[in-house]
């Protein structure tokens, strides 16, 4: 008998920050200042146009300092997608001459 399908789980609210308690300003009150919300460290979206998972990191101001894959990257696989034609399209490997035939195991 399968086991049972995982019932959804109800959103979670979200956490209020607790009240700063009479800090002083100045540097180390800088240096803890709550991300912007909904900037998560990294976050994570889905890129259709891709079909791939982007990690982007930010940074304290919550802008996109960088992302995995990169931009450069994104743009190769959006390139990829729409043409099928890599660096090499058409042409032999590097080098000039194909590669050797995999030799067969002995029996």
């Known amino acids: 008998m399968p086991p049972s399908p995982i019932a959804p789980v109800a959103p979670l609210a979200p956490v209020a920050a607790p009240a700063a308690a009479t800090a ?13 919300p909904g900037a998560g460290n990294p976050s994570a979206h889905f890129d259709p146009s891709v079909g791939l998972v982007v990690l982007a990191f930010h940074d304290a101001a919550g ?13 190769a696989y ?8 890599g660096p090499n399209a058409g042409g032999q490997k590097p080098g000039g001459a194909p590669a050797p035939p995999i030799p067969t195991p002995p029996l």
């Open 24 to 36: 002083r300003p100045g540097p180390a009150a800088a240096a803890s200042a709550p991300s912007p």
């Open 63 to 75: 802008a996109v300092s960088h992302t995995i894959p990169s931009a450069e990257q994104l743009q």
């Open 78 to 85: 959006r390139r990829w997608e729409q043409t099928q034609l």
